[in-house]
């Protein structure tokens, strides 16, 4: 009787074990995203300018770099990884297409600068990867020149 009894205690403590380290690694991995999250959602629904906006799109980029997110066929372009790939669109009031990030980093910064320094953009869409809870990608539009 007593075996028994020193057995199903070692299982529940053991099962109570696997579950709070399980419900702890969740809870890291919240934590986590939300931090990551933090420097981009700080940006929903508020206008910026646009030497702020090409510094957003170097934090994505870098992003994307140190997370070693694969490129499309050796193009400029990103691939959407489903877990810590980052992408920025643009759209701009002279067109109806977003652009993304890689074509105006792959025009200069400082062109960028130059032509949409003083312009204002504010974000207004915001998507997350579903498995990570990441962000996935941001839509600033241009507001004025």
Do not use: P
């Not at 940006?43 to 300018?49: A, H, S």
């Not at 067109?95 to 204002?120: R, V």
């Amino acid at each position: 009787m007593k075996k028994a009894f020193i057995i199903i205690i070692t299982v529940f403590i053991l099962i109570i074990t696997i579950l709070a380290l399980f419900i702890n690694n969740a809870q890291k991995r919240l934590a986590l995203s939300k931090k990551y999250n933090e420097v981009y959602t700080q940006y929903e629904g508020q206008e910026i300018l646009g030497t702020d906006l090409i510094s957003i799109i170097n934090k994505a980029i870098d992003s994307n770099e140190n997370n070693s997110v694969a490129k499309q066929n050796n193009t400029i372009f990103y691939e959407d990884n489903g877990i810590n790939s980052i992408q920025i669109w643009v759209k701009f009031t002279e067109s109806k297409e977003n652009i993304s990030m890689e074509s105006i980093a792959e025009q200069t910064s400082e062109n960028f600068i130059k032509f949409y320094a003083t312009a204002s953009f504010k974000c207004t869409q915001i998507e997350y990867h579903k498995k990570s809870n990441y962000v996935k990608s941001l839509l600033f539009e241009q507001v004025s020149q």
